[in-house]
């Protein structure tokens, strides 16, 4: 079965810095690998996904994530945060279920950022 | 505006009560999902539905049930074999059902407090 580990519980980063959330799967065959993000009692929003192909993947609010097979990881990065990223961030892996079938994501237990001004 | 709803945004039950949440969707997907959230735990899948009149139990289906009568509903019953089902629950749909790589998208939630 696969699974997703994201390292961190909390990150702190000042307004203006650079970010990197880190992310590690494990799965067997070629992951379909999502970041999504979660305003407190609210949804959650897809940040971005890897299928194939570029392993450099560039998503919404000027986020980006790496795939890196050799290292069973998918950083999600930001060259310079905003106060308003202050958020939940979950890692997640969809895998080719046996049916062929939309099976669920599996997920990270989240990433919680905060914004120092 | 297409998205997905769910209602109650809050709800309270008193132990040994069933309870329903409500998820619907406009957005014409085929495939719905539900997940439990907890404080430091992420995300856990309880059922899945990839088309109507038919759903698979996820990994923490028990003391839960579903229906899917129409493609654009999936409710969650909470029964009372449920043994914490103080929790955020979120419903999140996808456009087909054998289609592994679809972005899932999310409702807003339901916080259920049991009593």
């Known amino acids: 079965a696969q699974s997703v580990t994201q390292p961190d519980i909390h990150i702190t980063v000042s307004e203006g810095a650079s970010l990197e959330l880190r992310c590690n799967y494990s799965?067997?065959?070629?992951?379909?690998l999502f970041w999504y993000v979660q305003s407190p009692g609210q949804g959650l929003q897809l940040l971005l996904k890897?299928?194939?192909?570029?392993?450099l993947v560039q998503g919404i609010k000027g986020f980006e994530a790496e795939f890196k097979r050799s290292q069973s990881s998918f950083n999600l990065r930001k060259p310079s945060v905003h106060w308003s990223d202050a958020a939940e961030y979950f890692c997640a892996v969809g895998a080719s279920g046996t049916g062929g079938g939309a099976d669920g994501l599996t997920f990270g237990k989240g990433t919680h950022l905060i914004i120092q001004p | 505006d297409g998205g997905i709803t769910q209602s109650p945004k809050y709800l309270f039950r008193k132990e040994g009560q069933n309870v329903t949440l409500s998820c619907e969707q406009n957005l014409n997907h085929d495939a719905m999902y539900w997940y439990r959230q907890d404080p430091g735990q992420g995300l856990r899948l309880i059922y899945y539905?990839?088309?109507?009149?038919?759903?698979q139990k996820g990994d923490i289906a028990e003391g839960y049930s579903v229906s899917r009568e129409k493609k654009e509903s999936f409710p969650l019953t909470v029964t009372s074999a449920q043994k914490n089902p103080t929790a955020f629950y979120l419903c999140?749909?996808?456009?087909?059902?054998?289609?592994?790589?679809?972005?899932?998208?999310f409702g807003p939630g339901t916080r259920l407090t049991v009593l």
């Open positions: 539905s990839q088309i109507v009149n038919d759903f």
């Open positions: 890897y299928f194939s192909g570029d392993t």
């Open positions: 799965y067997g065959a070629t992951p379909y």
């Open positions: 999140a749909s996808s456009i087909r059902a054998g289609g592994n790589t679809d972005t899932q998208y």
